[in-house]
């Protein structure tokens, strides 16, 4: 990365900083995710351990993965196979407030002429706004995961006496899945942003990327789909794989004229 792209990326950070509304909704989004919601679930596994839905959750679990406390296997069922799913949602959000009005915004402020005289070729710009998406999605999520985890463990000390466990889950999640489902959204939202004539029309199209991942969260809420290490390690090669396939092919394909459309 050179200087021309690090001053891409600084431009669009102070961009998003500056943005009332845009820098809002970074906020507001992670801070419902990983502290308000896991708040009200840990109050809920404390205060109604009998609640019927919690024990027809609780029947679904494998034995190996029971604890001798009720409240203690609930709330490590809530903390290390349903808030992980939180954390491919929050880096495809937060991605799509920078990354839909990567090109989009650009045009609508009239600053796109100015853009192409930077000495980078139309690639370069386009993995310069790729990667400061992507760099923006990935701190929120690491900031997010560590706000998370001092909250959750203070109030199970509190609340249980006892501190949570994470599961090696974590890793795969935060390390590989995370960054690979982020890099997949910020490389077709960015490349949408290009053809777009709003940035309105630009975040309405990142929305359909949310719905497998809002389908994958009902599954692990149900029980259905309660995803191991393994099966998290599988996905996260395929999305890996497939993030270096799209990066590649949208980058190839990123021409001048497909801006000024």
Known sequence: MNQAMAAIIKKDFRGIVSNRRFF?????????????????????????????????LLQLLPGGIRGNS????????????????????????????????????????HTLETLFYCPLSVKQIFQAKVLASFLLSMMVSLISFAAMVIVLE????FLMGNLLAPAVNWLVILLLLSPAVSLIAVTLIVRGSARARSVEESQQS????IIPIILLAAGQFTGIMLLNVWIL?????????????????AAGRFTYEMLLK
């Open 70 to 109: 009720l409240e203690m296997t609930v709330a490590g069922l809530i903390f290390n196979y349903i808030l992980p799913v939180f954390f491919l949602m929050i880096p495809v959000m937060t991605a799509s407030i920078m990354s839909a009005s990567s090109f989009v915004g650009e045009k609508e402020k």
């Open 24 to 56: 809002t909704e970074l906020l507001i989004v992670p801070l419902i995710l990983t502290i308000v919601l896991p708040s009200i679930s840990l109050a809920a596994v404390h205060f109604a351990p009998d609640d019927p839905d919690i024990l027809k």
């Open 206 to 209: 990142a929305v359909f990327l």
């Open 154 to 157: 203070v109030e199970a000390v």
């Open 233 to 249: 390690l599988g996905i996260s090669l395929i999305c890996v794989l497939l993030a270096w396939i799209l990066l590649k092919r």
